[in-house]
């Protein structure tokens, strides 16, 4: 089975602090996904990574940034955290193979972000 | 611009069916479908590609309407496990990324 675990559960930390979230994926997948969740706004994607050191940007990456050092980890980075940043962080991982059309993306449990 | 999936939320009682739609402004090239139980990750549970094929296991298929750009999830006889949150993911335009509808809310009562 697939498990991509993120380092942190719960996370509190104050306004303009540098944030990092962790993800760790254990497939050899190429594609790492970083999502924010919010009540009535579904799953938005802040960015993607289809391989070590390549990066795309999602629907909202403004005020965020990635890095993918290894092909197993995929770090978000809050540059210097805001309130309206406070929310659910999912990370996913998939196969690249045929795009990702037809991969079934493998999520974690999720980080809830607060802001102070 | 995310998929609309209608409706937005929905109460059935044991052994009902349900149907969620996923409509899409732009030409899909796939469609998946997820289900998210509360405090839990977004568990895979279809794809469905260009063609109009229908898929499923159990008693849960979903059907891909490429000309009107839409999808559908069928859930027949639910059960208490079926309850959860289903969010569509549409592929556009042949890119790398899913974009996810806002999700429907399915609670399946005794």
């Known amino acids: 089975d697939v498990k991509v675990t993120q380092s942190s559960r719960y996370l509190v930390k104050r306004t303009g602090e540098k944030v990092f979230l962790e993800c760790v994926q254990d497939m050899d997948h190429e594609n790492m996904f970083w999502y924010r969740q919010d009540p009535g706004l579904g799953l938005r994607l802040i960015y993607f990574?289809?391989?070590?050191?390549?990066?795309e940007k999602g629907d909202i990456p403004e005020g965020y940034s990635v890095s993918r050092e290894k092909k197993e980890r995929f770090s978000l980075i809050l540059e210097s955290a805001s309130t309206n940043q406070t929310s659910m962080y999912l990370c996913a991982s998939s196969l690249i193979t045929g795009g990702a059309s037809n991969q079934p993306q493998h999520f974690g449990d999720g980080t809830r972000l607060s802001i102070l | 611009q995310q998929p609309v999936q209608s409706p937005q939320a929905v109460i059935l009682r044991e052994g009902e069916d349900a149907v969620i739609n996923c409509s899409s402004s732009?030409?899909?090239?796939?469609v998946h479908w997820y289900r998210q139980k509360h405090g839990e990750a977004p568990v895979f549970l279809m794809i469905?590609?260009?063609?109009?094929e229908q898929k499923g296991h159990e008693k849960i298929s979903a059907s891909f309407n490429e000309k009107k750009q839409q999808s559908s999830l069928y859930l027949t006889a639910s059960q208490l496990s079926y309850s959860g949150t289903y969010f569509c993911?549409?592929?556009?335009?042949?890119?790398?990324?899913?974009?996810f509808g806002t999700g429907t809310q399915l609670k399946v009562e005794l």
């Open positions: 732009k030409a899909l090239y796939s």
């Open positions: 469905l590609l260009k063609g109009g």
């Open positions: 993911g549409a592929v556009t335009g042949g890119g790398n990324k899913l974009t």
């Open positions: 990574s289809y391989d070590v050191k390549m990066k």
